[in-house]
């Protein structure tokens, strides 16, 4: 019985360290309605566009949210929390069920349970045989985006590679996920996305370097960089 009572406390302080892992929610923030943070239980910032008195909070209006989630890993590579979350601003959208702030709420109260990488719920989009038809890999290649950026690290661009994986730029990431990458991953990425892609672009599809593409690059690309084998070359 006094055993048992030991593995009982033992488990239950292991829950309760699991719990205390730091958790940061970074919600990326333009001409938003963001009255809905109000409700979130855990700790968030606010991620801005062209808005220089948030700083470090603060990034050129390039390629959506997908440059804040570099810009962040980034200025924080050295000090980043146990769990980062990435959202978009919309509390109510397609991309997700119900309220935002449920979802992120979820994981937050959950946060010693979760893998090292993740959708923000188990609805999320991902890239199923229908929407794979969407993503395009030649692209990525004609663009540059995969032999400047990705090929250092994972060699040549592999088949269908984001197949099955999810798409979007809401997910959540551990420490030590981001950190299998070297900062200069991260400081490369977003200089391609920042020099590279086309100024007022983020709606046009004509070039391969507008930024509807390259931040499609990264939405379809997030699991994949945070889960594949490395191949430093």
Known sequence: QEQEQEQEQEQEQEQEQKQKQEFIHVISVYKSDISWINLLDGPYVLYYKDKAEHEPYNNVNICGAETNVLKFIIDFYDNLPDICVFTHPYNNKWTHPGNLYD???DLYNNRGFLNNFGPLTKTSPFIDTKAHSTV?????????WWNDTMYPYFGEIPNNFVLNKISGGQFYVKRETIRRLPIEFYKNMLKFLIEKSNPDSLYKRENCLDQFWTSRFMEWSWEFI???PIILS
Do not use: A
């Open 136 to 144: 395009k890999y030649d692209l990525m290649n004609e663009s540059g």
């Open 226 to 228: 945070f889960t594949s």
């Open 103 to 105: 979802c992120v709420n």
